[in-house]
């Protein structure tokens, strides 16, 4: 069973910067993609970066492109986010995915809060 575990979050003023990062074990598929969801109070979990594990494309969300950068370290089973120039709008409960297919994303961690205040 794969486990995802996020680090990296917290409280961090407008303009600031954040480093998440997804660490993976226990994987006995290859893997497909991973991506960074958020998830607001009243608001459905929505996709914010996104990475292919085998040729590194990625897909950043229009709101956070230029700001937020999305990385992978295959020795290390990590992938990290790079959040600068927070904004308010940025805050929520991060969640780090991961998918074995095309077909959607089947592994999940916990979630890890981001705060970014004004």
């Known amino acids: 069973q794969v486990q995802l575990v996020e680090s990296g979050g917290g409280l961090v003023q407008a303009g600031g910067s954040l480093r998440l990062s997804c660490s993976a074990s226990g994987r006995t598929m290859k893997t497909y993609a991973m991506a960074w969801f958020r998830q607001t109070p009243g608001k459905e979990r929505e996709v914010v970066a996104a990475?292919?594990?085998?040729?590194?494309?990625?897909y950043l969300k229009n709101a956070v492109s230029g700001r937020f950068t999305i990385s992978r370290d295959n020795t290390k089973n990590t992938m990290s986010l790079q959040m600068n120039d927070l904004k308010p709008e940025d805050s929520g409960v991060y969640y780090c995915a991961e998918a074995v297919n095309s077909d959607g994303y089947d592994y999940w961690g916990q979630g890890i809060q981001v705060t970014v205040s004004a």
């Open positions: 990475i292919n594990w085998n040729d590194e494309s990625t």
